[in-house]
């Protein structure tokens, strides 16, 4: 069982792989634990109990943790590929915000239309109804 456990790369098995995974020492890591609350689980009781971490628990941790801006930049040096997933979520961002603004430009035209059109139907109303009152009377 512990050998399954080893093969699973979504398990780190020790402050070891832990602190190599995030890019720092153990100590920092076992210091993230205590004052951070990083995801780390025992196996038993003790303070000196075996550890370990499963990496999507980490991955949000880091990315809605404030250490972030410490602790990503040395994550995406151990992973390449990271990096570049990164840049491209980052320009399909961009681009998606800049999409976003051109469609509330755009409506932001419309609703200005719409009210200029809606301002002179009342004032034709309100002449039509200044008409009927005078040949009423």
């Given amino acids: 069982m512990a050998h399954a456990a080893r093969s699973s790369p979504a398990i780190l098995n020790s402050w070891k792989e832990i602190a190599a995974y995030l890019g720092r020492g153990v100590r920092t ?6 004052e951070l609350s990083l995801p780390v689980h025992r196996i038993g009781n003790g303070k000196r109990s075996p550890v370990y971490a499963l990496i999507p628990q980490l991955k949000f941790w880091l990315t809605t943790s404030s250490t972030n801006s410490v602790v990503l930049p040395a994550l995406n040096k151990a992973t390449p590929s990271h990096l570049e997933e990164t840049k491209t979520r980052k320009n399909s ?22 009210s200029n059109q809606q301002r002179r139907q009342a004032e034709i109303l309100q002449k039509r109804i200044l008409e009927m009152r005078s040949r009423l009377r």
């Fill in 29 to 34: 890591v076992q210091r993230w634990e205590h």
């Fill in 93 to 114: 961002m961009i681009k998606m915000s800049r999409e976003l603004i051109a469609q509330s430009q755009n409506l932001v035209r419309a609703v200005a239309e719409a």
